[in-house]
């Protein structure tokens, strides 16, 4: 199987300019493609991980990825998706945020002479002059055509600034200078980029004569519709300080049932007939175990295999009902004690499981909070020095965990 089919198969492709050209470009390792990523935080989340996988997949096959780092786009903000505007980011924010993913990508794509090439689109469009900008592609595109494009139209009765108005003419300038300077003809993105992706390829057509690509990967969502990984509010991260591999690997261990072949397929680089065994699994007790394989696996692309096992042994001691494994640990102080003895409110804040004592309460009130496997009902609940020298583990919902002990 070559690698558009794989893809087709992994169910990663959603929509192509040119399906029959950009098959054998793909197949032959004749692409060179980018994919932008904007730099609104400080990390990238798993819901990136379907752009960085689907580079990774095609650089093995022989094709040359460009990540493109958006410090001028991220200037503006992309309204695809969303029903507000973005949050205005400083320009040292931008570059701050920036460098946190350049460190990222490097996990999965290899950069390096003949390989991937990594550039940031604040180096040209910071730089451009409006008149001349105006002058130069205005006439390219069509407001009628605009406002017609889904990234638009969703956001016309809440209210679509002039500021947002100009990302699609942005983005596809970006395809138009990678075009001339790095010979990039191809450009991928998630299915929501559609409209702006197809600016692009038109507006190297209109201003060079050129055939130019693009090709939309499936946007992962759960069974429900929703992101995942990604949802504002609560993401996942790929940085450890901010999602620990702990939580990242139960992140993916609780997926619903009806979603973990379709993620083994577009996340992991499993076999596509070792996934196809494991779906027989599904409606059985063993998809349990479909689970475990692709939070392994995904910890292990992100933070490395050590972590993966390290996340494994104390999922399973966890869910297993000890408290053994590499368990996430908080180490308490005789300081931290109040009367020889430490409330389970203060202890979820301490184990840095909530963030506020009111938080705590929230949880234990809607039967969220566990210690040492047995629900917590009582607010007032108070734990010895003694019980506390053995350990006490806490669980906050179903992904959040730590073991507490006094030392």
Not at 187 to 204: A, H, V
Not at 248 to 270: E, H, P, S
Not at 287 to 297: D, G, Q, S
Request: net charge neutral; proline share 1%.
């Amino acid at each position: 199987m070559e690698i558009y089919e794989e893809l087709v198969a992994r169910g990663l492709i959603a929509q192509v300019t040119d399906e029959d050209e950009i098959r054998r470009m793909i197949n032959a390792g004749k692409a060179t493609f980018y994919i932008g990523f904007d730099c609104t935080a400080d990390s990238l989340t798993a819901g990136h991980f379907m752009a960085l996988t689907l580079m990774k997949r095609l650089q093995m096959a022989g094709n040359r990825p460009i990540a493109l780092i958006g410090g001028g786009t991220t200037m503006i903000g992309d309204p695809s998706g969303r029903t507000d505007m973005r949050k205005m980011l400083t320009r040292e924010d931008i570059e701050h945020n920036a460098a946190c993913f350049k460190r990222q990508m490097e996990r999965f794509i290899e950069f390096g002479e003949g390989k991937a090439r990594m550039v940031n689109n604040a180096d040209w469009l910071l730089d451009l002059n409006y008149v001349e900008l105006l002058r130069e592609v205005g006439a390219c595109f069509s407001v009628n055509n605009m406002l017609r494009a889904e990234c638009y139209r969703q956001r016309m009765e809440r209210g679509l600034s002039f500021l947002e108005f100009n990302y699609m003419i942005m983005q596809s300038y970006d395809f138009y200078h990678l075009f001339q300077h790095y010979g990039c003809n191809m450009q991928f993105g998630g299915n929501d980029q559609w409209s702006n992706m197809l600016g692009g390829t038109e507006l190297i057509r209109r201003k060079l004569g050129r055939d130019a690509h693009a090709m939309t990967i499936t946007l992962l969502t759960d069974s429900n519709g929703n992101k995942m990984g990604k949802t504002a509010g609560n993401a996942v991260w790929l940085d450890p300080e901010k999602t620990s591999p702990y939580d990242f690997y139960q992140y993916w261990r609780n997926v619903g049932d009806a979603d973990v072949i379709k993620c083994l397929k577009m996340l992991t680089f499993l076999p596509l007939e070792q996934i196809a065994e494991m779906e027989t699994w599904v409606n059985t007790s063993r998809v349990n175990t479909a689970k475990e394989i692709l939070a392994f696996e995904l910890t292990k692309l992100v933070h490395g295999e050590e972590e993966a096992e390290k996340a494994q042994r104390s999922a399973r001691a966890l869910f297993g009902g000890g408290a053994g494994g590499d368990m996430p640990t908080q180490e308490l102080a005789e300081s931290d004690l109040t009367d020889g003895g430490c409330d389970i409110m203060t202890l979820l804040v301490k184990a840095g499981l909530v963030a506020s004592k009111s938080e705590a309460r929230r949880n234990i009130q809607q039967g969220g909070v566990t210690a040492d496997d047995k629900k917590v009902t009582d607010i007032g609940l108070t734990f010895t020095a003694d019980e506390l020298k053995n350990g006490v583990v806490l669980r906050r919902g179903k992904k959040s965990f730590k073991k507490v002990i006094l030392k």
